[in-house]
């Protein structure tokens, strides 16, 4: 009489182990693989959000009136409340002589080319709320640039 070649217990149980490591392995990558979807969903907002905090304070820069001196900081919230740009001007270009660099005081630097008059060093950092629902990881984005108002 020979033998019956069919599966043992012991076997069945190493493939259904083998089969649960595969399940538990794919599982993880499909939940780091959203959580970085996610992410740089919440990254990319931010960054569209830096842009238009930059056009606003280019707007408050261009409507300040700087007989009190010029504007240092702006501070601007996103309507949904899940993110928060500080813009620091930390420089504004203005020609030798000029009365607006008298008024700006330690802010001003003298140039001597027409073209750059007006022009403003920025740093803007937009970082998200951490009290938010919506954020899961926090998102900080920071931009230095030059513009002119």
Same mark, same amino acid.
């Given at each position: 009489?020979?033998?019956?070649?069919? $599966?043992?217990?012991?076997?069945?149980?190493?493939?259904?182990?083998?089969?649960?490591?595969?399940?538990? /392995?794919?599982?993880? $990558?499909?939940?780091?693989?959203?959580?970085?979807?996610?992410?740089?969903? &919440?990254?990319?907002?931010?960054?569209? $959000?830096?842009?238009?905090?930059?056009?606003?304070?280019?707007?408050?820069?261009?409507?300040?009136?700087?007989?009190?001196?010029?504007?240092?900081?702006?501070?601007?919230?996103?309507?949904?409340?899940? $993110?928060?740009?500080?813009?620091?001007? &930390?420089?504004?270009?203005?020609?030798?002589?000029?009365?607006?660099?008298?008024?700006?005081?330690?802010? @001003?630097? %003298?140039? +001597?080319? +027409?073209?750059?008059? @007006?022009?403003?060093?920025? +740093?803007?950092? /937009?970082?998200?709320? %951490?009290?938010?629902?919506?954020?899961?990881? %926090? /998102?900080? /984005?920071?931009?230095?640039?030059?513009?002119? %108002?």
């Amino acid at each position: 009489m020979g033998g019956r070649r069919a $599966f043992g217990l012991w076997q069945a149980i190493v493939i259904i182990l083998i089969l649960g490591g595969i399940m538990v /392995v794919t599982m993880r $990558f499909a939940r780091i693989g959203a959580h970085h979807t996610a992410d740089s969903y &919440t990254r990319e907002q931010a960054e569209l $959000f830096l842009r238009s905090a930059l056009e606003i304070a280019m707007l408050q820069i261009g409507t300040h009136d700087r007989s009190g001196g010029c504007l240092g900081a702006v501070r601007v919230l996103s309507r949904d409340g899940r $993110f928060i740009a500080d813009i620091n001007i &930390t420089r504004y270009y203005l020609l030798k002589g000029s009365a607006d660099l008298a008024l700006c005081g330690p802010l @001003g630097y %003298p140039i +001597e080319t +027409e073209e750059s008059h @007006g022009m403003v060093m920025m +740093e803007a950092v /937009v970082r998200s709320d %951490p009290s938010n629902p919506k954020i899961v990881h %926090p /998102v900080r /984005v920071l931009r230095r640039s030059i513009q002119r %108002p």
